[in-house]
């Protein structure tokens, strides 16, 4: 599957964004998705996972309560809505697609596809 991640920009500390993250070339909803982000100096770190149909759901501690995952299998899309922006959120951000069970899914090393990445920026 091939993804395009799109949504990041330069905010301010408090502000919101949405990531999207569009899928295509093989049925979307066959894959287990997720978030990832990078920020300089730093090891890519799981942000937030999504289940097949999008009933489960998982995120790192850093941004529970503030950012929510949801997929459309419809539209082929992933999203990641993020509020209360702070500057330590400021990374590279990266979807990726995997075909493993989702009990397997915090591992980086079993993403099978990875998307471009955006940059996000939080000015404090």
């Known amino acids: 599957v091939q993804l395009q991640a799109s949504g990041g920009g330069l905010v301010q500390a408090g502000d919101s964004l949405r990531l999207s993250c569009a899928a295509s070339?093989?049925?979307?909803?066959?894959?287990?998705m997720a978030w990832f982000r990078q920020a300089p100096g730093k090891e890519r770190e799981l942000v937030s996972v999504?289940?097949?149909?999008?009933?489960?759901?998982d995120y790192a501690d850093s941004v529970k309560g503030r950012f929510t995952i949801s997929r459309s299998n419809l539209k082929n899309t992933l999203y990641l809505q993020m509020n209360s922006l702070k500057s330590e959120d400021t990374a590279v951000y990266y979807c990726?697609?995997?075909?493993?069970?989702?009990?397997?899914?915090?591992?980086?090393?079993?993403?099978?596809?990875w998307g471009q990445g955006t940059q996000v920026t939080v000015s404090s």
């Open positions: 990726a697609a995997t075909l493993t069970i989702y009990s397997r899914a915090q591992a980086v090393n079993n993403y099978d596809s």
């Open positions: 070339g093989r049925t979307f909803s066959m894959y287990v």
């Open positions: 999504i289940g097949r149909n999008g009933a489960s759901t």
